[in-house]
């Protein structure tokens, strides 16, 4: 299938935001599992931040450009509540696999296997009391962890392990220790499951090394779960960056920002499978890239999860659709 986006655009060619009907046509327009051979598509997540789980009481005190998007009541908010029912239903995966931008270890690849409650990791600081109380339910799975060791080990990554609840997952050079899903996962997936997983979660690390090729190679490594009904998910942001919050509002965001959104929509726009992967890889050399990303941890997850959606049988869907367009929060599905 063709690759294809459905956006709102201010005149200039950059993105303002996507509507619920727009992105509800879009998921509407996804393939069956069926028409995909049985293959789960892999996702790019739009995962958000803290503010998502925030009281809305308490986030007016917050506010900024940020919240019109990412707030508890925000678009991002609405498209998450619709994402999570629309892949349960078309898809019915028996687990979900999933990568955040708030973990990663040398080489990669430490899987968690927490049995039968996750732990939850609150990687957050100076948020309100009630965002340290949030709960979201889900357990482990090792059949399917141990799964991911093997195919990740098999692929060359000699660094995949499990690791139990009973271990600091690392600091991460944030200074939070402990065991449990980060924010990246259960921000978004509160959202996305009504507060508990009907299925199995099972987090992967990502490395420290943090160039494209060697993201997409932890996902190529995940593939076979796609046909193994695993869902493979990749959390992360389109634009993160503190040292300029004019820049997570496209009313305030400056042209360098609009023209960084803009060349993501055309990169994942691009139809020939080798080229759309050129053009992925190429987006961390964008003029822009730095100041949307000072760091790109937040970015690299999208090539985890095209990756994992990078191979297959000769006719597999290699085809990517940009679902939500929403500013600073795009989410892309692959394999499609």
Not at 29 to 52: N, T
Not at 115 to 138: A, C, I, R, W
Request: glycine share 12%.
């Amino acid at each position: 299938m063709a690759s294809t986006t459905s956006h709102t655009s201010n005149g200039d060619g950059a993105e303002v935001n996507d509507t619920p009907a727009q992105w509800r046509a879009e998921l509407d327009a996804l393939p069956s599992l069926e028409e995909l051979g049985g293959r789960i598509p892999s996702v790019f997540l739009a995962h958000g931040q803290p503010m998502l789980i925030t009281p809305p009481r308490l986030a007016a005190q917050r506010g900024g450009p940020l919240a019109k998007i990412q707030g508890p009541d925000g678009l991002l908010v609405q498209f998450l509540r619709d994402l999570g029912p629309h892949l349960l239903d078309k898809y019915g995966p028996r687990a979900i696999v999933v990568v955040s931008a708030h973990w990663e270890t040398p080489g990669g690849g430490v899987t968690t296997e927490y049995g039968d409650e996750n732990p939850l990791l609150m990687d957050y600081f100076g948020f309100p009391e009630e965002l340290y109380q949030v709960e979201f339910k889900s357990r482990g799975d090792r059949q399917v962890a141990e799964r991911v060791v093997e195919l990740l080990r098999g692929a060359g990554i000699e660094s995949a392990r499990l690791t139990s609840k009973l271990e600091a997952r690392g600091e991460d050079g944030r200074g939070f220790q402990g065991p449990g899903l980060d924010h990246g996962v259960f921000v978004p997936f509160i959202h996305m499951f009504s507060g508990a997983a009907p299925i199995p979660v099972i987090q992967v690390s990502i490395p420290t090394d943090l160039r494209p090729e060697t993201q997409f190679a932890l996902g190529a490594a995940l593939a076979p779960l796609r046909s193994e009904g695993v869902l493979v998910v990749a959390g992360g942001l389109t634009v993160h960056t503190f040292r300029d919050f004019s820049a997570f509002s496209p009313e305030t965001a400056k042209p360098q920002y609009r023209a960084w959104e803009k060349s993501i929509v055309d990169a994942v726009a691009v139809e020939e499978p080798e080229a759309r992967r050129q053009a992925l890889f190429n987006l961390v050399h964008h003029p822009s890239f730095r100041a949307a990303h000072p760091r790109e941890e937040h970015f690299v997850p999208i090539y985890v999860a095209h990756g994992a959606a990078g191979s297959g049988p000769e006719g597999a869907a290699q085809g990517a659709r940009m679902v939500c367009g929403l500013w600073g929060a795009k989410t892309v599905v692959f394999g499609v």
